[in-house]
């Protein structure tokens, strides 16, 4: 799927997927502490890429975390700056993130790569190198399955990745990764938590 692709896909459901996950409410417990704790040890500002409608970036901005969404999805924004108005929020995307080289603290890429063709994935995950400091961390989300498979999510075609396929491209663009958890939820495909740094 091409980047204009996704994004039409997902302005055309954009309602559909903020009643199906655009709460905070609607994240496991345990993946709302882990991310917090992560984002609390962030030395700078951190950038929460792929934002949809700003569920995220509202939680952390809320517990003191200096943080912006980034997304492509017009809609989203829209929708964010209304229901949670005390964060920021700007339209950008994972391949160019529009911040100087070393500026960022930490980047959250929640499951905002999950659509990218696995031949194309290096250039945003160059991209988040570029713009983290030295110790700036990644934390990506993802689908644990056979690596780089391609399935049918609700919104249009994504891909699993092996944790280790998935370490392997985050590595070769520059970071080291330092942490990586499975998690799986009744009736939902396994997921997984990589954590990295510059």
Known sequence: MSFDEVRAAYSARAGEYVDAVGKIEHAPER????????????????????????????????????????DPVESFLADARTRYPDARYRTGRAEDLGVPDGSLGGILAWFSLIHTDPRAVDAPLTEFSRCLRQGGSLALGFFVGPDQEPFGHAVTTAYFWSVDGLGRRVEQAGLTVVDTQVRTEPGARPYGLLVAER
């Not at 709302?32 to 700003?54: E, H, K, M, N, T």
């Open 31 to 70: 993946d709302r502490d882990a991310l917090l704790a992560w984002a609390r040890a962030v030395d700078g500002p951190i950038l929460d890429v792929g934002c949809g409608p700003g569920q995220w970036t509202s939680f952390l901005h809320r517990h003191g975390v200096d943080v912006e969404g980034v």
